[in-house]
Every structure is written in C-alpha cells, then in structure tokens.
C-alpha cells in the first residue's frame, strides 16, 4: 500500500495536468475563498459542512469558486488515466452499458455527436476553460455583477464535469487503485457531490450513473 502510495504521490508531483490550470489571482476576493475552501477541505472536515457558504459571503462567488477548483480536481483526475483512454479502448464517451454522451457545443457541432470519450473529453475541457475565462460570465473586476444567466452556464459546466468522473469510475476506476487514487477520487467525488446537491447544480437524472457508488460513500 506504501508502494502504491508513493507512486500515486510521485505521478501527481509531475503536475500533469490534462489542460492548463485555471488560478485565482493573489489578494483577490475569490483567492481567499479559494483558501478557505482548500483549507476546510484539507483539515478534514466533514465534507457536508465544508460546501456550506461562509457566514457573510456572496453565494455566486462561492459556486464560482468551486466551478475552477473542480475543472482543475477533474483535469487533474482525468490525467492520471488518459494514457489508457484512447479511442480503441473507449470508442464512445459512456458510462456502462446504459448512458452514453454526445457533444454538442453549438459551434462545431451544432448536434449532438458520439465520439470517442478522450476526444470528448478534450473538447469538453476545452469548452469549460473558454467558459470560466469568460469575464461575461465570471466576471473579475469587483463591482462588476454576475449575469443572469450565470447558474445556468454553472449548471452546465458542472454537469459535464460530472461525466468525466462518470466515465473514470465505470472504465478506468482500476487504473486509479493500481496507483493507490482510490481514497483520493472517492473524497473528490463526495465533495463535488455534496456541493452540487447542496446548491441544485445538476440534476438528479445525471446523478443516476453513479448513483449506487454514491450510495455507499455519501452517507
């Protein structure tokens, strides 16, 4: 297991994240809540009460805050099993036999259509970046309000997140013991839960790929 450990460790230490890491700027509102909320978190915290919104904070700041952090979590997940997700082993972008997603971005592909789920993936990151370096949508500028479209585009960012982790439990969850990532996705997933339940992020219909898993970890 401390073999396992250390591997896991080492792998993350290289930083391979999938796409570019979205930052908060130091000295910012949202940089100190992106503290705080890694600081809860880290001290171990029931993670129930962890995505709860700080006493005087703005709500819409705090999604916003947790809409980078798990664009980053994700990318970040995804990276340690993408070497074994290619388009020969996941000719479709699934979860089990039951759920399979199509993309569709409005602009390339203006309809739904099936890929193969490292191509998915990668249009998906894509997309959810340009979506949060969108100062129309995440506005940076203090006194500049959110819009009115904001939860929408945070609805829809998060539940495409949440296939990824759809995809990595149902196909790739091996890869993540043999390196010793169990523990570690798990807690990624029960804090991505709780928070989106908690704010009515996705819907439950989405939720329903993992929902036996849930069951078990999210008490």
């Not at 509102?29 to 005087?56: C, F, R």
């Not at 340690?80 to 409005?106: F, I, R």
């Given at each position: 297991m401390a073999a396992k450990a250390s591997a896991f460790a080492s792998f993350f230490s290289k930083d391979k994240t999938?796409?570019?890491?979205?930052?908060?700027?130091?000295?910012?509102?949202?940089?100190?809540?992106?503290?705080?909320?890694?600081?809860?978190?880290?001290?171990?915290?029931?993670?129930?009460?962890?995505?709860?919104?700080?006493?005087?904070?703005?709500?819409?700041?705090?999604?916003?805050?947790?809409?980078?952090?798990?664009?980053?979590?994700?990318?970040?997940?995804?990276?340690?099993?993408?070497?074994?997700?290619?388009?020969?082993?996941?000719?479709?972008?699934?979860?089990?036999?039951?759920?399979?997603?199509?993309?569709?971005?409005?602009?390339?592909?203006?309809?739904?259509?099936?890929?193969?789920?490292?191509?998915?993936?990668?249009?998906?990151?894509?997309?959810?970046?340009?979506?949060?370096?969108?100062?129309?949508?995440?506005?940076v500028t203090v006194g500049v309000p959110f819009p009115k479209n904001y939860l929408q585009s945070c609805k829809k960012i998060l539940t495409r997140l949440f296939r990824v982790f759809v995809h990595v439990y149902i196909h790739h969850f091996d890869k993540l013991v043999a390196i010793g990532a169990e523990a570690h996705i798990n807690t990624c997933y029960k804090h991505f839960y709780y928070f989106v339940t908690e704010y009515n992020l996705v819907d439950k219909k989405e939720l329903e790929p993992l929902r036996d898993m849930t069951e078990r970890i999210c008490h």
């Open positions: 999938f796409r570019p890491k979205k930052r908060f700027d130091v000295g910012t509102m949202k940089y100190s809540l992106h503290k705080q909320a890694n600081a809860s978190l880290n001290a171990g915290i029931d993670l129930k009460e962890v995505v709860k919104l700080p006493p005087g904070e703005d709500v819409n700041d705090w999604i916003a805050v947790h809409v980078v952090d798990f664009f980053n979590r994700i990318n970040l997940l995804y990276g340690t099993v993408c070497e074994n997700c290619t388009e020969q082993s996941c000719p479709t972008m699934s979860g089990g036999p039951k759920y399979e997603y199509h993309w569709c971005d409005g602009d390339r592909y203006k309809r739904p259509t099936a890929l193969p789920a490292p191509q998915y993936i990668s249009l998906l990151m894509e997309w959810a970046e340009s979506q949060i370096n969108n100062e129309n949508i995440f506005p």
